[in-house]
């Protein structure tokens, strides 16, 4: 069965697969019985390395010299992009060449655009990116047929606003307000206490209910593929990256009993500074850093986007989290 997608104009057939018509128009991904749209000509293919590494910046010229050759196949190299220069290329693929961290500044350049993300690994961990250059090279068939695995991974919204009034606030109230900040996050939001690092008071709504006020050194809301960073160094559990889960983690907290807690996806969090430091900061996933006040409140829910990451189909994440974190090994003699 073929389709041409409207939205790019390209030629597509399915496997069998109950593809629905809005994700027909989107032109790619997978269906409940895990067919996928396979792209016949057409495809683009965006390249981002990572400008600081030599040897990625050399893997992109080497992909580049791969692709260029087939028949119609549009290969683009985008070391620097905007998220407006990147949205505006259209892409049916992104590939990052860098670290994890390279694949969350992708995600936050892509936005809410669903386009499929595969990392080839140049950093220290390489949990996100799951490919070396020599896989994903020997996967390139698979990825130009549309057979590689994909998972959609959860993001989250965060947006701070200005509170408009003191005690119990609802969700909604503040959706009707312009945010000062927003962003998306793939891995996590965190509060951090920031110079001169005294301990800061924050109190926290989940859902429209009052929770608790506690003093700590910030604390972090992640997702399920934020587990294994900054929340599992802060002492949260870890979280198989197909739940669809918000992990929410103090830093330090001055207490003996505040463990981290697992939320629903669907839980909307509400953070209400009632003593910051000077330098406090909300960060999204380490990638844009942004003052906050006393007199606002962050606002944590899932966002409507979510990022398509495709697969080494060799590694599975038990596997990765017994190679690259040493999970549950037996200590040495």
Known sequence: MRTWSTRT???????????????????GGECCNRGTWRILSG???????????SDAVAAAARLLTLLHP???????????PTAAELQAAHADVVVVLGGDGSILAAAQLLGEAAVPVAGINFGKLGYLAAFSLDEFVANLPALLNGELPRAARLMLHAAVYKRPHEGLLLPEELRSQKPRVAGLALND?????GDPFRMVELTMQIDGHQ????????????????????????GGPLLSPDVEAMVLTPICPHSLSFRPVVLSASASVLILPCRLN???????DGQ????????????????????????????????MLAHKLHWAQNPRQ
């Not at 939001?189 to 206490?193: C, G, K, R």
Request: aromatic share 6%; glycine share 8%; hydrophobic share 35%.
């Open 9 to 27: 104009g390209r030629l597509w057939s399915a496997s069998t697969c109950c593809r629905c018509e809005r994700n027909r128009e989107a032109g």
């Open 43 to 53: 495809m683009k293919i965006v390249l981002i390395p990572n400008p600081a590494k």
């Open 70 to 80: 087939r028949q119609g196949i549009e290969t683009v190299v985008m070391p620097t």
């Open 189 to 193: 939001v965190v509060i951090n206490a």
């Open 211 to 234: 929770t608790t006020t506690f003093r700590s050194d910030g604390v972090i809301v992640s997702t399920a593929s934020g587990s294994t960073g900054y929340n599992l160094s802060a």
């Open 278 to 284: 000077p330098g406090s900061k909300v960060t999204f």
């Open 288 to 319: 844009s850093t942004h003052g906050i006040y006393e007199d606002e409140v962050v606002m944590i829910r899932r966002s409507e986007a979510s990022l398509t990451l495709l697969e080494n189909p060799a590694v599975t994440h038990w596997q």
